[in-house]
């Protein structure tokens, strides 16, 4: 059987950060990611300011700067009377006043380079999890299957459950979860963005509508919000219905439209907001959509996934290299973390329950029934524009590289 300290369960941004600290440590530590790379569209491409904090202090900000991307500095609302901003970065503390926008594939990309500069270090591509090990009630490694159909085991002191809301790892756990509700999922898609559109993040609901769009350069991504359970009956109503209500709600977008060819270039994200009561069992700990799937509200999701990671390599690290974790230790990773997520999903539902549910019924106009009394504020007294600001691009508890990951500036590069 085949062994290793750690096995880190998903390839995305929280798996990626976790196998690149526990490996800087020293810590021997295997990431398996079920894919044959990582490119898959419409993933989160947010790369918060606390997570280019992060960056730097690992190092790779210089070979991230260098990664074709754009820059998100504030969030507006779209109203009948005009944008309305929300939160401006420029008010954040530190040296990254914005969120960057990237192709989530090229931010793995450059830590799955990083990590292979690490001796403890290994990246299996095309390697699906399929099941754990246990012994005496203890998970002691995982199960495999290649690509080719190649199947074995890995043996474990610790297994990292990094694989999204959809968890294989979670659901082996049976750990007990508390799952809240969305009134909504979203459809994904994108449209051609002209250089007088509005920059930044965009914001607009109508009676039974409502969508965010992002400034990524030359074209929009666009979430388009739908009651949940209707996605069927939505695409049954076919391309045409779905344009004329789509220039309705903005109608700048009226003439680009036909960019959405059909609906097959529209992807639809199942929403769901949930946590695990506990993320651990002796030898396995759950972290980011594993443990607490978020709303895309904010688009904080990523942020509080990579978080997690950073927080758990620093509390285990150490106790890998001596070869033991106890449950203790895995609790602890819990709750250091809980205080953020339960704040953030608590948000996420007020705002679910008091705005877009209330929008989605056709019970509101927020772009038509003037300015509302939050937004008011906000303009009146642009310095409260930094709260939401923080709680988005930083967050309520931002973690930061420990001392045995960080490096100096430009000393990590990519290959």
Not at 60 to 65: I, K, Q, R, S
Not at 115 to 139: D, I
Not at 391 to 415: D, M, N, Q
Request: aromatic share 6%.
């Amino acid at each position: 059987m085949e062994r290793s300290t750690c096995v880190v369960v998903g390839g995305g941004p929280a798996g990626m950060v976790m196998g690149l600290l526990l490996a800087r440590a020293g810590v021997e530590v295997t990431v398996l990611e079920k894919h044959k790379d990582f490119l898959r569209d419409f993933r989160g491409d947010t790369v918060h300011a606390s997570t280019l904090t992060l960056l730097d202090e690992l190092g790779l900000g210089p070979a991230f700067a260098r990664v074709p991307h754009q820059v998100l500095d504030r969030m507006q609302v779209l109203l009948d009377s005009g944008p309305a901003t929300v939160a401006d970065m420029s008010r954040l503390p530190g040296g990254h006043k914005h969120i960057a926008f990237v192709p989530q594939w090229d931010f793995l990309d450059l830590l799955a380079d990083a990590g292979r500069a690490e001796p403890a270090f290994s990246l299996r591509m095309n390697t699906g999890f399929t099941g754990l090990l246990t012994e005496g009630g203890r998970v002691t490694g995982v199960r495999y299957r290649t690509a080719d159909g190649v199947e074995g085991e890995i043996a474990a002191d610790l297994v990292v459950a990094a694989d999204g809301r959809g968890s294989l790892v979670r659901d082996g756990t049976r750990l007990p979860v508390r799952s809240f509700g969305t009134p909504m999922d979203v459809w994904w898609f994108r449209v051609p963005r002209k250089a007088d559109d509005p920059t930044g993040g965009l914001a607009r609901f109508g009676r039974s509508s409502g969508l965010v769009m992002l400034d990524r350069g030359d074209y929009f991504q666009i979430a388009f919000l739908i009651r949940k359970g209707t996605d069927g009956m939505l695409r049954e109503a076919g391309v045409q219905a779905f344009r004329e209500r789509m220039a309705a709600l903005v109608p700048m977008l009226s003439d680009r439209m036909d960019a959405v060819e059909s609906l097959d270039d529209v992807k639809l994200l199942d929403v769901k907001l949930d946590r695990l009561t506990r993320w651990h069992r002796d030898g396995v700990l759950c972290i980011g959509d594993a443990a607490h799937a978020m709303s895309p509200i904010g688009g904080v999701g990523i942020n509080l996934a990579v978080q997690d990671a950073v927080a758990a390599a620093t509390i285990l690290a150490e106790p890998l290299l001596r070869g033991r974790v106890s449950p203790g230790l895995l609790a602890k990773v819990r709750r250091r973390r809980w205080l953020p997520t339960a704040v953030t999903q608590g948000v996420q539902r007020i705002i679910q329950n008091a705005l877009l549910s209330r929008a989605l019924d056709g019970k509101v106009d927020v772009g038509a029934a003037g300015t509302p009394l939050p937004i008011r504020m906000l303009k009146r007294f642009p310095v409260l524009q930094g709260i939401p600001a923080y709680v988005v691009a930083i967050g309520l508890r931002p973690e930061h590289a420990p001392s045995f990951a960080r490096r100096p500036p430009g000393t990590v590069e990519r290959s």
